[in-house]
């Protein structure tokens, strides 16, 4: 069956430090792949969408890498700011085609002042 | 900027009552989704809506959910006879067309707690 995972449930950090989150996928060939922030309470809210043939995105201190080998996103804050803390999801389009977002279940991330 | 937009922020209802999630889409968006999340638990997708009719659903949305725009802005999910295990997060969501770079927007949730 296909599956989404977010390795990490949490994350802690120090303000300034590169936080890195994981997102591995299986028995998916999907086309695009994208990240959402949710803080609690809230709805998520779109950041980054990677496409099969992109190796790596930016979008200020936000970078998401695409490995469609080893079925891997990593998603990197830099120089991250206790205002980054929240729930960091992965989202990959169902390749049905109905492009329903399949999410992970989150990596909460804690930036530490 | 246009948001989406969900009323109410909470409801509660009692097990066995009918509710009506309302969703105000963006305005020349054309899909519509509703998703769901369980406290701790994932974001789940439930029925995707397009040109007045369901395009997807998953096996969640069974007999007890609807969907309706029942006039050019508003997005509604009506549940039946609520069961416990419909306790939430709701979430609607719309997109301007399939383009493989469009975002979903999603609204800001209506929790619906079923006693």
């Known amino acids: 069956s296909q599956k989404i995972e977010q390795n990490s449930e949490a994350l802690n950090i120090q303000e300034g430090k590169t936080a890195t989150l994981t997102c591995n996928y299986t028995?998916?060939?999907?086309?695009?792949l994208q990240w959402y922030r949710q803080d609690p309470g809230r709805g998520p809210v779109f950041l980054l969408l990677?496409?099969?043939?992109?190796k790596e995105k930016r979008k200020e201190r936000l970078k998401v890498t695409f490995d469609t080998t080893l079925k891997q996103s990593l998603f990197h804050i830099t120089a991250s700011q206790p205002a980054d803390s929240a729930t960091y999801l992965c989202?990959?389009?169902?390749?049905?085609?109905?492009?329903?977002?399949?999410f992970g279940s989150g990596t909460r991330l804690q930036v530490q002042p | 900027e246009p948001e989406v937009t969900q009323t109410p922020s909470h409801q509660v209802t009692q097990m066995g009552q009918e509710v009506i999630l309302r969703c105000v889409p963006i305005?020349?968006?054309?899909?519509f989704y509703w998703y769901r999340q369980i406290l701790g638990q994932k974001v789940e997708f439930l029925v995707s809506?397009?040109?007045?009719?369901?395009?997807?659903k998953s096996e969640i949305f069974d007999d007890q959910f609807s969907v309706e725009r029942p006039d050019g802005s508003n997005f509604t999910l009506k549940i039946r006879s609520t069961k416990l295990e419909d306790s939430a997060m709701y979430f609607c969501?719309?997109?301007?067309?399939?383009?493989?770079?469009?975002?979903?927007?999603f609204g800001p949730g209506t929790r619906l707690l079923v006693l």
């Open positions: 969501a719309s997109r301007l067309g399939l383009a493989p770079g469009e975002t979903q927007y």
């Open positions: 028995n998916y060939s999907p086309a695009y």
């Open positions: 990677i496409r099969e043939n992109e």
């Open positions: 989202a990959l389009a169902g390749d049905t085609g109905r492009r329903a977002l399949t």
């Open positions: 305005s020349n968006h054309l899909y």
């Open positions: 809506f397009y040109n007045n009719e369901i395009s997807e």
